[in-house]
T-cell receptor, first 116, second 111 residues
């Protein structure tokens, strides 16, 4: 089946630093990747949609200058949380969708970000 | 944009009983409805999905029904087992480029 990986799985950083999270589709080419944020015991909140080679589309209320997304290739998308603050602490999950007939998206294992 | 509502937020059933989770959506253009199961600290896993040209789909103990007119779809789990305990999310999508998730249902199956 389709496998999506994320790195790192857990990161702790100081306030003011930037953190990069990678999302990779390991055995398929992902034309579209999604980035979600999930707070404890809450649903997945879509942050942005990225298509390979083009700018990401951000959901309303998500600061694009704070959450930088780069979809450089068909197998890699990165999310950079710039100048992180404690309120950015959350579980970030990416998902990937291949460009076939299916709309199915496959989720990465998530990255837990803790900002001190 | 799309608004997906999910009920109930928590559900407890005895092992062997059935569980039903319901979702409603607002955008009539939505045509793809997946259900995900998420265990604590793990990634969401697709368990079943349905498209708008189908009214019902079944996979062993899991079934999903869709009522396009009423804009609601439901997940049915029969003969529940303790390993079914997890958080379940419904979602709706129109083009496949945006997925809107429900708020989740925490299912507990009591042995």
């Amino acid at each position: 089946g389709a496998v999506v990986s994320q790195h790192p799985s857990w990161v702790i950083c100081k306030s003011g630093t930037s953190v990069k999270i990678e999302c990779r589709s390991l055995d398929f080419q992902a034309t579209t990747m999604f980035w979600y944020r999930q707070f404890p015991k809450q649903s997945l909140m879509l942050m942005a949609t990225s298509n390979e080679g083009s700018k990401a589309t951000y959901e309303q209320g998500v600061e694009k200058d704070k959450f930088l997304i780069n979809h450089a290739s068909l197998t890699l998308s990165t999310l950079t949380v710039t100048s992180a603050h404690p309120e950015d602490s959350s579980f970030y999950i990416c998902s990937a969708r291949w460009g076939g007939a299916t709309d199915t998206q496959y989720f990465g294992p998530g990255t837990r970000l803790t900002v001190l | 944009g799309e608004n997906v509502e999910q009920h109930p937020s928590t559900l407890s059933v005895q092992e062997g009983d059935s569980a039903v989770i319901k979702c409603t959506y607002s955008d009539s253009a939505s045509n793809y409805f997946p259900w995900y199961k998420q265990e604590l600290g793990k990634r969401p896993q697709l368990i079943i999905d349905i498209r708008s040209n189908v009214g019902e789909k079944k996979d062993q103990r899991i079934a999903v029904t869709l009522n396009k007119t009423a804009k609601h779809f439901s997940l049915h789990i029969t003969e529940t087992q303790p390993e079914d305990s997890a958080v379940y999310f419904c979602a709706a999508s129109d083009t496949g480029n945006q997925f809107y998730f429900g708020t989740g249902t925490s299912l507990t199956v009591i042995p």
